[in-house]
């Protein structure tokens, strides 16, 4: 049974840091994309970051130069280095990956989200 785990979120002041994690676990044979997606109140979910399995990342454009996802292969975990935060980047941010279970098919996995607050 794969799984993603979401942690890290929490309450931070405007201008301020937080990083969110997201550990696939399970019985996985390979991982391509990785990436953060949220979803305000009121609002459809967005994507924000992606990371491929050449290295290269993906952004939306209200987070470029803000936000860096990265990648620990080795532990299946996907990060979210998010900086300068702004009110309007609060949000229920999710871990979504494309996994190869073991002894499965490709397929899309979500994780449970974890609520960032950015408020003064």
């Known amino acids: 049974q794969v799984q993603l785990v979401e942690s890290g979120g929490g309450l931070v002041q405007p201008g301020g840091s937080l990083r969110l994690s997201c550990v696939a676990s399970g019985n996985i044979f390979s991982t391509k994309v990785m990436g953060w997606y949220r979803q305000a109140p009121g609002k459809q979910r967005e994507f924000v970051a992606a990371?491929?399995?050449?290295?290269?990342?993906n952004y939306t454009d209200t987070v470029k130069g803000r936000f860096t996802i990265s990648r620990d292969y080795a532990e299946n975990t996907v990060y979210l280095q998010m900086n300068s935060l702004k009110p309007e980047d609060t949000a229920v941010y999710y871990c979504?990956?494309?996994?190869?279970?073991?002894?499965?098919?490709?397929?899309?996995?979500w994780g449970q989200g974890t609520q960032v607050t950015v408020s003064s």
């Open positions: 979504k990956a494309e996994i190869w279970p073991m002894g499965d098919s490709w397929g899309t996995y």
């Open positions: 990371l491929i399995s050449d290295g290269s990342a």
